[in-house]
């Protein structure tokens, strides 16, 4: 089945937050619809989906922040798994982060999801033995 990659418009907010929540993404602390929200006020063009006419069936989240690239939220739908997708995105996330000068882009998986790290590896990401640590602002 074809898909094209596109920006996010608000009118994904639903499915979007539906495949986060399928595929495992989301997390009680975090709220999806304010991760958007934040997303759109920050380098909007970076937030993609795979779509496949009205339906979407992949995500991603980059940023840059004048260091490095980020991707987060990469997903695709469960039962288009295998069908380049991802792969899609990441591609299409990593030319839009080096059209802007970006070197290097990094991301992070959570250390119960690490089935994804041989994925990660076949799109030439590699360990960069670093320990990340995280504060919260929001609280």
Request: charged share 20%; proline share 4%.
């Amino acid at each position: 089945m074809p898909f094209t990659i596109r920006e996010f418009v608000v009118s994904d907010t639903e499915q979007v937050i539906a495949l986060w929540h399928a595929r495992g993404l989301t997390r009680p602390w975090n709220d999806p619809a304010a991760d958007i929200l934040r997303k759109l006020s920050v380098q909007p063009e970076l937030f993609l989906v795979a779509a496949d006419q009205n339906a979407v069936v992949g995500s991603v989240m980059a940023g840059y922040d004048g260091h490095r690239g980020w991707l987060y939220y990469l997903a695709s739908a469960a039962d288009r798994s295998g069908q380049g997708i991802g792969l899609a995105l990441v591609a299409e996330a990593e030319t839009r982060l080096s059209a802007m000068g970006c070197p290097k882009v990094q991301l992070m998986v959570r250390s119960e999801n690490d089935g994804v790290l041989s994925y990660y590896d076949a799109l030439g990401y590699e360990d960069a033995e670093v320990l990340v640590r995280g504060k919260r602002l929001d609280s």
